[in-house]
């Protein structure tokens, strides 16, 4: 677990030990804000000690990698979900959540690296699917709320996958799930990706945050828009 502070805003990150993506929680007042909630016991055990009477989940897209965490979280915890309208159709569709592509990613590294990293997963998954995600609300182009006296602002943002948004918090904080990491270009092949999407739709509003805008991203670390900026698509 990472503990991000920025002003008086306090994130969690835990980043899952297989493929490297992030969830990222906030609490205050017994009520939980959680942003693409992954696979980590380290997260479960967490919001266990936590015990928050209220679980509001975002996701950014509708990668499994992003949404397997929200299974567990909806059978334990009072739960909202909140993405986007294209999200919410493909992760409500159990025969849709499903794990094949990770798993064909940990193989290969096991294959490369000689580690068993995929019966591991296997393991930790067990009993998790089949799964279908029951989302509260979801939205078209943009949703804004208050959670917390914080405004919440989530903006669709198309290109990496057909449901993917950004979220922003109170103007400081962007969450970008898969649609702006640092360092990498984003991936607008899997299915349903566009190129073409990704430059009219999302970096247009990526170009217009603020420089000191703090991204905290589906994978790797959080950085600056700044930054960003100096990294050609």
């Known amino acids: 677990m990472e503990k991000i502070v920025l002003n008086e805003l306090i994130i969690y990150k835990f980043a899952s ?31 266990s000690d936590k015990a928050p009477k209220k679980v509001t989940i ?9 949404v397997i965490g929200v299974a ?23 025969r849709k959540n499903q794990p094949s592509l990770v798993l064909v990613a940990l193989e290969y590294r096991d294959d490369k690296n000689g580690t068993n990293l995929a019966q591991e997963y296997r393991q930790l998954i067990d009993g998790i699917f089949p799964f279908s995600v029951v989302v509260a609300e979801s939205f078209e182009d943009n949703i804004s709320f208050v959670w ?5 602002f989530c903006k669709r943002c198309r290109g990496h996958s057909p449901g993917s948004c950004c979220i922003v918090l109170d103007k400081k904080i962007v969450f970008t799930g898969d ?5 990498y270009p984003v991936i607008t092949r899997f299915p349903g990706g566009s190129k073409k999407d990704y430059l009219t739709e999302t970096k247009p509003f990526l170009d217009s945050l603020s420089d000191d805008m703090l991204v905290l991203a589906g994978h790797g670390k959080s950085f600056r828009i700044e930054e960003s900026r100096r990294v050609d698509f």
């Open 179 to 183: 649609s702006l990491i640092l360092g």
């Open 148 to 152: 917390q006296g914080k405004e919440v």
């Open 58 to 66: 975002l996701l950014t897209h509708e990668h499994i990698d992003h």
């Open 72 to 94: 567990r979280l909806q059978k334990k915890y009072q739960t909202k979900v909140i993405c986007q309208k294209q999200c919410a159709e493909f992760v409500s569709d159990v």
């Open 17 to 47: 030990k297989f493929i490297d993506a992030n969830s990222y929680v906030l609490l205050e007042n017994q009520d939980a804000l959680i942003v693409d909630p992954n696979e980590s016991p380290e997260l479960e055990t967490f919001l």
